[in-house]
DNA sequence: GCAAAAGTGTTATAGATACACCCATGG
DNA sequence: CCATGGGTGTATCTATAACACTTTTGC
């Protein structure tokens, strides 16, 4: 061990927690547990728990989401790491490094609630708490870092697929974008935007399907394997 | 503690590693520290060190930042965080989770051996180490990231001022661009894409200077105020 | 038939690209 | 006067935005 010496400091702890995102009825959703116990307890607070010894932070964060939507094929979900909070003070109880993880998932089954949760809810964002009632820990912080980043990724990559299921509609995937941004979108010319960059979606050849129970049956499409979007889909009006 | 036991668990040790970028005669330069113990003796790192029990990782990492470059005024530098790297098994001695950061510095001083590093060097980035000789650890995967990271985010920010002095030219700048992204770019379209972007420079009024000690004196600018470039410039190519 | 959503067409504008060309300086 | 880098002009192409219009379904 070369001169160290494991606990000669107040240990670190280790979490991860998770803004996951769905889409429902064209809104963007984000699961939120309520805590059992203090500090905050009965306050909503982002799912999440304690890194083991011998697991990766991803590796927790998989587990976690697992454990919390009840979803049984949580491999494929798309899980990308947001970034660390360090504060020291964040964590009344003790110094509780965090690494949160940002999860999209595309159909969404009921919540289940957690080992420490009360409950867990799917809760349209934006309206996710009173104004009067903040998230536990710096998780207002977290979440809308978490919005802002799936946001951007938006423009320039194809995560937008990773709301929908395996095939979706050309006006599922808008919704989507329309549903993260908060803005309207044309739908003619974000047809052709999404067609005409290469390997966004492919298309599901002779499939079609109904979509709001209106209107002319939409073909069909599968998530592309572009990581990169050239051009990409800038929203409008800039930053919001 | 309601129920905790800070002891129960092997502890986490949480360090930071940085990816440190500097512009040297128009070529991206990169800070590597030679490691002086084991693992990895004689080795090439990245310079980082250990989380202090009372400070957060952004401000670990600007002490290990001025410790390593001997700048003074390490404040104003931009530093961002890069992630979180945190398989068990990537340091042999211990359970070690470490914060990446990306740090831009303008002009490069000499650079200072820390305390646990044999000597420290700016290598041109791409013949920083000999191709039979990877980096320490993961880091070789974290400089990569991090590389990425920069090139992605000249694109849509204004970050490429952070790699020049309070005052420069569009040549100069146009240099960061052309180091970061290994391409070329057409001076004169660069130019008007610039001063068209609002926020992005904004000029120094009377203010010139000759830059390759031939040509004619060029105009000098100030960085502007704009996080977000709109409409972004994207690299040519695609994702190289 | 009417409303609703899919899908096609058209035009105007903005931005990118590729060059030609002039300007000011050191040697 | 020439090499070098700064700076302007311009033609061409491509992407975007705004909108009119047709198609196919449920009610």
């Keep these: 061990m070369q001169g160290y010496d494991k606990y000669a400091y107040e240990p670190f ?135 802002e980043r799936v946001g951007a990724k938006l423009e320039y990559t194809g995560l937008a697929t990773a709301f929908c299921p395996p095939e979706f509609t050309l006006g599922e995937l808008r919704q989507v974008y329309q549903a993260v941004w908060g803005a309207e979108l044309d739908p003619a010319n974000f047809r052709r935007k999404v067609l005409a960059t290469p390997g966004l979606v492919e298309a599901v050849p002779g499939a079609a399907r109904l979509t709001g129970g209106r209107g002319k049956p939409a073909a069909l499409y599968r998530a592309g394997d572009a990581a990169a979007l050239h051009p990409p889909l800038l929203r409008p009006e800039g930053r919001p």
Tied chains: 1, 2.
């Design 13 to 147: 702890a280790v979490t991860v927690d998770l803004a996951v995102f769905t889409i429902r009825e064209g809104r963007l959703h984000v699961l939120l547990v309520e805590r059992g116990e203090q500090p905050y307890a009965g306050r909503r607070a982002l799912p999440g728990g304690f890194v083991r010894p011998d697991e990766a932070a991803e590796a927790a964060a998989r587990r976690e989401l697992a454990e919390e939507t009840g979803l049984a094929d949580v491999a494929g979900l798309h899980l990308e790491q947001l970034r660390t909070y360090s504060e020291p003070d964040r964590d009344p109880r003790m110094r509780i490094v965090s690494v949160a993880f940002t999860a999209l998932v595309p159909d969404a089954p009921e919540a289940q609630a957690g080992s420490d949760a009360a409950r867990a809810d799917w809760l349209p964002y934006g309206e996710h708490r009173p104004s009067y009632a903040p998230l536990a820990f710096d998780h207002d912080r977290i979440l809308a870092d978490a919005h």
